[in-house]
Structure formats: C-alpha cells, structure tokens
C-alpha cells in the first residue's frame, strides 16, 4: 500500500505533540494538558518495527497523581483506530448528535467542548494500536507479534507499562474503557496480566473494566462454538429492533425485552431443538409469538425453519416499508436495494449507520480533535484497516470469558461493567446474559446496563450523558446502574 511518510526502520522518527487547553464540566473550569505521541516497539536489532498512537489528557491542576485514576480508552475491529470513542465521548471535543438516523452523511458538522468529558475524575489516553489510526506497523513481516487475539492484548499491556513509566503513573488506579472488539483485547490482556504471557508476565494491573458492545464471550471468539441456537441469544434484540420501529405495545424497551428473553428462553429454545416432530398447532402458535416479538413475517419463518438469522433480519423486520435496519444500530435505516437480487447480494454490506457517521466521526477527529491537540502529521490516518483477515483468532490461554475471570479472580477487588445497545445487531446482548451465566464471574462486582442504542452507545445526546454519567460512577467506585 502506499504511504504518505516513510516507515523503513532506519528513517522512522518517533513523533511527540503538545497542547493545552481548558474545558468546563458541572460548573467548574478544568485545565488539562495534552501529550500525543508514537510510543515505539523494537526489535532484538534495535530497530522500530511497530508503533502504538497515543492521545493523552492530564489534568494540569492535580499536583498529587498517585490516587488520580486513568483511563485507557479504545475501538475494536479487530483494526480499527480510536475514533469513534476519542470523538464520540472520551475526548475533551466531541460531535454533536441530533436525531440518530441522520438524513445525510454531509456536513456541516458540529464539534463541541464535550459536557460529558470525564476529566474531572479521571486522566484520559486514547489508544491508536498498531496499524490503525496513526498506529503504523512498520516492519510488515513483524505482523505476527501483533495480529492476534493474545499478541494484539500483550502489545496493549506493553504499550500500558511503557506510558505509566513515561508518565510516572504506576500508582494510579487503571481502568480499560474498550468498544467492540476492544471488550476482548481487555478481557484477554486483564486475564494475561494477571497470569502470564507467552513469554513474560506484567506488572500491571486493572482496578476495572468497561466493556461496550460486549465481545466476551465462553465461546472461542464471538458467535462461535456457543452451544445455544443462535436465534435464541439473539432474539432479546430482535425485539428491541422491532419495539423501536413498530410499536407492538405499550411496554418500555427493557419490558418487552426482557418478556420476550423469557418466552425465548422457555418455548422457542424447545420448539427449534423439537424441529419436524412440532405439531403444526404448536409450530403456528411458536410462529404467532416470534412475529409478535421481532416483526418477521410467517413466511420468513416457514422459509427458515423458524430460525432468525441476524443478517436476513436486518433486511426483513421492515420490508413491508421498503428499508433495511442497519447492523450497528438498528434505528437507524436505508432503502432496501432493487431488484430484490441486488438486495440480497449487496445489501448486507450497505451499513446505515457508517454511511451516515463514518464520514461525520472522521471529519471532527481530522479537521477539529488533532488540531486542538496540536497533532500535525503527514501519516495516513488509517480509521479501519484490514489487517483484521490476518487476525489469529486461537486463545490458547482461554476463552475470554476464562481470561476475564482469572483476571476478576486473581485480582480482588477487580470490577467489570458491561454496558449494551438495545437495539444493537452486532453484538447482541444476548451474549452477554449467556456469558453472565456460564462464566463464573464474582457477580457482586459484575455490573450490566441496557442503553437506548445501538452498538456505540453514545450516539445520541441523551445515551453520551447517561453512559458517561455512568462510567463516571463507576470510575467512583459506585454501582453504574443505580
């Protein structure tokens, strides 16, 4: 691929910005420093060969740093920078949002002092891994010590013990804030610091974590060998989907979720185990119930066996008004594609909401964040990379589930707060409910919250203030659900 800076080992310079600015949160003027910079892997040559991009924010008015807690903040992918959660919450300048499903993917675009920034209670590091964002691996053939469920975690820990070195943070309480995939780089890089990696162990530790759009899951990796029908874990968000647009009644989201999870959990689990040997009067009653709770035709059904499959949904719960919901937040829709051939060829691939923000998150992180951070680099900003097809995905070490409970285990004290879109497609919260049940987490420091979202939860001004109010609480040391 081609490269606007050249990254040949024995050019590469490592880059270092400075900023200062100030931010006013519940009344009060906030001072903070800002350090963004290439934090440098080597080689047993001693050349670079990777580098993780990082975003820090320091409160400049805390003399006393050794109880002052830092957060280290991340996307998922696997490949994908920072900037969704740098421009969507963390930062100290955020986007604006009106209504969720955007009209256009145009500007003008809004950039605001964020009112929901948590500088206040916490430092700040916004994470570029290698490859992403301004993250670079330079050495391409040193590809396999970061592409991988446990070498992406144990680059992550690396990275963590370089930064509180250079910042002289060691005693600070730690705290891993990661959307998506980035629940398994923290589930998996919590469990090896607790234990030991391939071929060391670390130092460091985690006072909590907050995992959004959970990743977690017994499984190997997300959605596989879960020994449950897939429609099963999935049919709480169906319903979530189909109550946002079609109103089949007068409960609260989190009500008819949480009837429907126990229908699911009772009937539907049975009548799809049972097959060809369900009566045709119960197989029409299951039928009745299933379109009542997700808003899938009788037709879709007979065609499937009585399975609902998470990608064909997105194309079916609002076929009769010619639109399909997208994968990361199914309030959000497109037109269906016509013909129908075209539709079920391409559609799937035609996501309502990164067509809507994709352009907005990029535009207010390139043309507002990195200005005010005084960032000036003539680097490709990589916002999703594809390196991901190169990802190993076995876990030796464990499920990540397993790592989160060693972690939780081997750390007393160790909290956990999950947090989910209702209407998320991507990664059901079913899976995260399964996970609860089978994991064998310490569930008096396992906490789990529904959000009126989709898969980036802060969409929406209200989700930005209630999910950062309770990350807030939660960085307090209180329960973020109450």
């Known amino acids: 691929m081609y490269k606007t800076e050249s990254f040949r080992a024995d050019e590469f310079k490592p880059q270092r910005f400075e900023s200062d600015g100030k931010i006013t949160l519940n009344g009060v003027e906030i001072p903070y420093h800002t350090v963004s910079e290439d934090n440098v892997f080597y080689g047993k040559d001693g050349k670079p060969i990777a580098s993780i991009f990082s975003y820090s924010y320091f409160r400049s008015d ?26 969507g919450f963390l930062g100290a300048r955020r986007i604006t949002y009106g209504e969720p499903d955007r009209p256009s993917a145009f500007g003008p675009f809004e950039v605001i002092d964020n009112p929901d920034c948590l500088l206040d209670v916490a430092d700040l590091v916004l994470v570029d891994p290698v490859g992403t964002g301004y993250g670079v691996l330079i050495d391409e053939e040193e590809g396999k010590n970061f592409l991988g469920i ?54 460091v530790s985690f006072d909590g974590i907050v995992m959004i759009g959970n990743t977690v899951t017994v499984g190997n990796y997300f959605g596989r060998e879960i020994y449950v029908e897939p429609s099963v874990i999935g049919f709480p968000t169906y319903a979530g989907v189909n109550w946002f647009h079609n109103h089949p009644t007068d409960q609260s989201v989190s009500e008819f979720v949480m009837e429907a999870k126990a229908w699911a959990d009772e009937e539907y689990v049975l009548a799809l185990y049972k097959g060809e040997a369900l009566s045709e009067e119960a197989k029409e009653h299951v039928i009745e119930k299933v379109t009542y709770y997700t808003g899938v035709s009788k037709e879709y059904l007979l065609r499937n066996g009585l399975k609902i499959d998470d990608n064909t949904y997105r194309q079916e719960v609002l076929k009769a008004q010619g639109k399909g919901v997208s994968r990361y937040d199914g309030r959000m829709t497109r037109p269906l594609l016509a013909p129908d051939v075209l539709e079920e060829k391409e559609g799937l691939w035609d996501d309502a909401t990164d067509d809507r923000y994709g352009t907005y998150f990029y535009s207010a992180l390139l043309g507002d964040l990195m200005p005010h951070l005084n960032v000036k680099l003539d680097r490709n900003y990589v916002c999703l990379s594809m390196y991901y097809k190169d990802w190993k995905r076995e876990t030796p070490m464990g499920t990540t589930a397993d790592q989160l ?61 209630e999910l950062c109010a309770d990350i807030r609480k939660f960085i307090l040391g209180n329960d973020p659900t109450k």
């Open 150 to 203: 446990e070498e992406d975690a144990e680059a992550l820990l690396s990275f963590i013990e370089m930064w509180i070195r250079k910042h002289n943070r060691a005693l600070s309480p730690k705290y891993l804030v990661g959307e998506s995939y980035g629940c398994t780089r923290s589930a998996t890089a919590a469990g090896i610091a607790a234990t030991n990696g391939k071929e060391r162990c670390y130092g």
């Open 62 to 87: 805390v003399e006393d740093t050794a109880n002052r807690p830092v957060i280290f903040g991340y996307n998922g992918g696997p490949g994908s920078s920072s900037m969704y959660v740098h421009a």
């Open 405 to 465: 409970r060693k972690a939780m285990m081997r750390r007393p004290g160790m909290r956990t707060f999950f947090a989910n879109g209702w209407f998320d497609l991507c990664t059901e919260f079913g899976y995260v409910w399964h996970t609860l049940d089978h994991a064998s987490l310490p569930k008096d420091r396992v906490f789990w919250k529904g959000y009126n979202s989709g898969h980036m939860i802060y969409i929406g001004e209200d989700n930005v203030h």
